[in-house]
T-cell receptor, first 112, second 114 residues
């Protein structure tokens, strides 16, 4: 699993509340990514990071923000959760030795 | 914009059959292509990584090929087993841009029956 841990694994939250998902890695990888996976859309990139305090937007970034204050942690925040953000969220790292991607186990988020 | 297509979307085969999953991409300027397996409710497991300079990669009963110029990759599974039942995803990494963001296909859901 390339030392990637996502927390929480499951969460139910109410519309309008802020939510933070955490991705923790133990192998000092520079690049980290947040994806969401939805039926019919596959995996879509939300935000990514290329170093501490260095982040950028992906293709579906509206309503999301990220922070990376330490190499090992990449946080995804839903500023005000909406039902359209009900999804499975995956964190990934890029192993720079071969440019291979490894994924965490995912967080299932339900916004009611 | 890169688009990745996987056909078929679903496939059911009897145990023991050899099978081929297809992945096509529209922009041949790729750095590498990666095949993943995803079990229901689980994360993605990396199966094979093919660099753009390679034609194929093998791991056990799995063989992945890459024809970059035609925008195609295939994943060959030999002597399929019920444990191979899962969704298989391919993803391409562009050859330009330092962030190297992956573009995914929507996957092929494979069922291997007894």
């Amino acid at each position: 699993d390339a030392g990637i841990t996502q927390s929480p694994r499951h969460k139910v939250t109410e519309t309008g509340t802020p939510v933070t998902l955490r991705c923790h890695q133990t192998e000092n990888h520079r690049y980290m990514y947040w994806y969401r996976q939805d039926p019919g859309h596959g995996l879509r990139l939300i935000h990514y990071s290329y170093g501490v305090k260095d982040t950028d937007k992906g293709e579906v970034s509206d309503g999301y923000s990220v922070s990376r204050s330490k190499t090992e942690d990449f946080l995804l925040t839903l500023e005000s959760a909406t039902s359209s953000q009900t999804s499975v969220y995956f964190c990934a790292i890029r192993d720079s030795t071969q440019d291979e991607a490894f994924f965490g186990q995912g967080t299932r988020l339900t916004v009611v | 914009k890169q688009e990745v297509t996987q056909i078929p979307a679903a496939l059911s085969v009897p145990e023991g059959e050899n099978l081929v999953l297809n992945c096509s991409f529209t922009d041949s300027a790729i750095y590498n292509l990666q095949w993943f397996r995803q079990d229901p409710g689980k994360g993605l497991t990396s199966l094979l990584l093919i660099q753009s300079s390679q034609r194929e990669q093998t791991s056990g009963r799995l063989n992945a090929s890459l024809d970059k110029s035609s925008g195609r990759s295939t994943l060959y599974i030999a002597a399929s087993q019920p444990g191979d039942s899962a969704t298989y995803l391919c993803a391409v990494r562009p050859s330009t841009g330092t962030a190297s963001k992956l573009t995914f296909g929507t996957g092929t859901r494979l069922q291997v029956t007894l």
